[in-house]
């Protein structure tokens, strides 16, 4: 419904509305400092919130189709990145609330974006089924922002439907309309395991903190578990049946006791 809230996961406090978009949200990050976000929506804008706490809300309306992906950079400088249906990535400043670098050569739309460990360079993943590697730099004369474009990786037949990140920058998950799920070597793009145990679709993948463990979520509700070293699958979590509605019996009403009337002119 386009509405953001701010959980306590003991329920301590009170909910917080953090921004209200107009359409669905599709990601939400933190920064790594716990006080900053970013929201992503399908109403083709960001949302960049410097505190939780506070009540400025920086609207961010510079793309031209569904916002999908954003994340923040690890580094110092105060960046972070949004990507997009109308297949654009763009690089923001904190400070200044602006586009500080564009990059135009996904083919098809962004579906999952992530800083490498250096902060300045990143990766995303693309609905026309590659994985895409980037990276920004400051001329210190200028003073000015600069891109520059690294590799271009064929990862998923059909598109790459989203990604992650192990916690430490190391490894990258993605998750493939084909059905498989790949952990790749995030610094250099090459591909390290591959999995093909999903009998549909794969949307949503992860990484815990080392990137040793895996997961992902079907199009039919399933979450593969996987041993990403053992190239093994340790378990798979099916969605619970739904309860069994229970059907009320229908109310019969029953005739109002009284007497019978007797039409006027009638005969007895």
Known sequence: NGKVSLWTLNGSTPVTLLAEHSDNIEAIEFKS??????IASDDNKACFVPSITGKERNVLDEHNGRVI?????????GLFITGSLDKMVKV???????VIVNFDQPEAGLT?????SNG????????????YWW?????????????????RV?????????MGASGNRAR???????KTVSVWDMNNGNRMKTFHDANHPVYAVALNTDGKIGAGGGRDGSIWVWDVDAEKLITTLAMPPLPVAVVPAPVVKKPTAGKTKIKSGSKS
Request: proline share 1%.
């Open 135 to 151: 990276g920004v730099y400051r001329n210190q004369k200028t003073k000015a922002w600069g891109g520059y474009f690294i590799r």
């Open 154 to 162: 064929d990862a998923h037949e059909g598109g790459v439907n989203g």
């Open 120 to 131: 300045t360079q990143m990766v995303g993943s693309c609905l026309d089924g590659r994985l």
């Open 69 to 77: 992906a954003a994340s923040f950079s690890p580094g110092k400088d």
């Open 92 to 98: 923001w400043e904190e400070s200044t609330k602006k």
């Open 172 to 178: 990258l998950i993605t998750a493939g309309e084909n």
């Open 33 to 38: 400092d716990g006080i900053s976000m970013l």
């Open 112 to 116: 999952g974006l992530a800083w490498l």
